[in-house]
């Protein structure tokens, strides 16, 4: 059964810092990866996506993400961090999305 | 504008009734899904759409019941709410399967008393 794990339930980094959120998941083919964005009291806004082809994803709000098959990860990286991008990460994975239970990140000025 | 409404934003209701919660959206997109987000689990998918009159249940569609009459409608109904269904009901769309979610609404919060 396909399930995913995102280890880190808080994260605090500093404004201009560079961030990296943790996904992990368990699927039997190659599976469609999805990151998402939620900021209090709305719902959740697509960041990237991953289907096949090139492993390192451009997305929205300047983040990216790296599927690594190996290692079964699909990690979400900023190289800058900014105030407005303190939020809840969510990572999903398959067709329909099964949600990781998210990261909560915190920016520090 | 285009997008997705829910409606109510906030519903506050008794165990044992029926409440629904609706969804509507405006891009025609073939593809909804309800999701319920809880402290600790992320978002779990209730049921998904496929098109108008085509629905399938997803992780957790225990004490919940859906109908798609109409593309752009998508409504939930819990038909004898219970203290454990209290949580925040999300809709969402996409216009194709692997595409998705794309789009989200702003919740519902439901608090079952």
């Known amino acids: 059964a396909q399930s995913v794990t995102q280890p880190d339930i808080h994260i605090t980094v500093s404004e201009g810092a560079s961030l990296e959120l943790r996904c992990n998941y368990s699927y039997g083919a190659t599976p469609y990866l999805f990151w998402y964005v939620q900021s209090p009291g709305q719902g959740l806004q697509l960041l990237l996506k991953y289907f096949s082809g090139d492993t390192l994803v451009q997305g929205i709000k300047g983040f990216e993400a790296e599927f690594k098959r190996s290692q079964s990860s699909f990690n979400l990286r900023k190289p800058s961090v900014h105030w407005s991008d303190a939020a809840e990460y969510f990572c999903?994975?398959?067709?329909?999305?099964?949600f990781g239970a998210g990261t909560r990140l915190t920016v520090k000025p | 504008d285009a997008g997705i409404t829910q409606s109510p934003r906030y519903k506050i209701t008794e165990t044992g009734r029926q409440v629904t919660l609706m969804c509507h959206q405006t891009w025609s997109h073939s593809y909804m899904f309800w999701y319920r987000q809880d402290l600790g689990h992320g978002l779990r998918l209730i049921y998904y759409?496929?098109?108008?009159?085509?629905?399938d249940k997803g992780e957790v569609p225990d004490g919940y019941v859906v109908s798609r009459s109409k593309t752009e409608n998508f409504p939930l109904t819990l038909e004898s709410a219970t203290r454990s269904q209290t949580s925040v009901y999300f809709c969402a769309s996409s216009e194709s399967w692997n595409n998705q979610p794309q789009h989200f609404g702003d919740g519902t919060r439901l608090s079952i008393l």
């Open positions: 759409s496929a098109a108008a009159d085509i629905t």
């Open positions: 999903a994975v398959g067709a329909p999305g099964r």
